[in-house]
């Protein structure tokens, strides 16, 4: 059983959990009572990787998956010595924007978005604008004038030009609001090979250099140096020989916590799950 398939059984759309959905005699066929059952084998140690999933699909809170990657960010401070010089009230501030950064990065997708940093997820930035105005002493209503040289001029000298600040539509996000996570592959983590192309005569697809084949691109570094500023003065070497290797084994132990339950899953719903019913 794959960790998708209990993603699909929170939403209303779902019309079938099996992978081979054949016919109903299936023995493979699955539902909501075997997910329950295949769930009950994992127990305490691969529950982590299932409260990531869901915090990730937006079906959980991600609290217990923060107070996780808190553990073991705290568990590995002390071989960092930025971290072990500053305060423990200071360095739990630090913890815990770099695992909420962390979870951040191990939760994107394609198909995510972040919020527009240019306009502040409002799709409208301030802009100046100027503009002619007649100005005039009394307030009168605008008399037929025919249109003459020494008519246009006498209007022109009376014009000045004024500056206004308006809202303009934001180019970044075209007024959306939020951007794409999806990388210039569009999310499939493979491009077109243009040489190799021209050189076979049909398309030829490579790999993705700039998502590294994800399919999505990956919160920046300097992100978390700018929301660590506030609470933390470090330099950016140190940041990028300490904080960094940190950050980035927060990452990857999401990622690998999620691959352990989707392997026991597919092991307990094969093997206990069946042996249980033989029995």
Known sequence: MKLEYIGRSFSPASVSYSERVSSTTDPDRMNKMDMAASLCFLGEKYIIGLQ?????MKINTPDISLEYLY??????????PSLKKIKPSQRQLVLNIICASAFEDYARSAASTRPCNTCNATGFVEAEVFTNRVCKKKPKSPPLIVKTESSIQNVQANWRQMRDVVPVLCQKCNGKGYLSNACQCRGRGEVINRKKTQLAGIPVMTHCTKCQGMGYTRLRFCVVLERLKPVWTIGKNVAYREIKPLFDM??????????EMEKKLKKSHKYNFNTVCDN
């Open 52 to 56: 990531l999933y869901l915090a990730k």
């Open 71 to 80: 553990q073991i960010a705290n568990e590995y401070s002390d071989r960092f």
């Open 250 to 259: 927060l990452v990857a132990r999401c990622h690998a916590e999620e691959s």
